[in-house]
Structure formats: C-alpha cells, structure tokens
C-alpha cells in the first residue's frame, strides 16, 4: 500500500470519528499516536438515519 493510501484512509477514519489523534507528531520525526473512539457510534445512526429517509422517499413517490 502507498503512502498516500494510508494517509487518505486515516483522514476518511478520523471525519468518520472512528479514530482520534491523541500525539501530534512531525517535529523531531515523531509518530502520530492514534486512539480508538467512541463517536462512531453516531455515524452508524447517521447513516440508518440517511437509509431509512432514502426508503421513505422512494415510497412517497
């Protein structure tokens, strides 16, 4: 996998609130450290919600 792979897919985690940075890294070329979140809970219920509104216009039609 690339580089830039990577770093989309850890972008598109961390918008989805899957991940959370916890350590900056970059300066004296050190790591970001990563922490599992909570808030992805939300985003499944985002995501039924957006589901269930797609259903419910595809029958009012």
Excluded at 12 to 17: A, Q, V
Excluded at 18 to 24: D, G, L, N
């Amino acid at each position: 996998m690339s580089k830039a792979t990577i770093a989309k897919a850890i972008r598109d985690l961390e918008e989805k609130g899957f991940i959370e940075r916890t350590r900056y890294g970059g300066l004296y070329k050190q790591t970001n450290l990563y922490a599992i979140s909570g808030n992805w809970i939300n985003w499944r219920q985002k995501k039924e919600n957006a589901s269930a509104e797609i259903e419910l216009n595809r029958y009012k039609k």
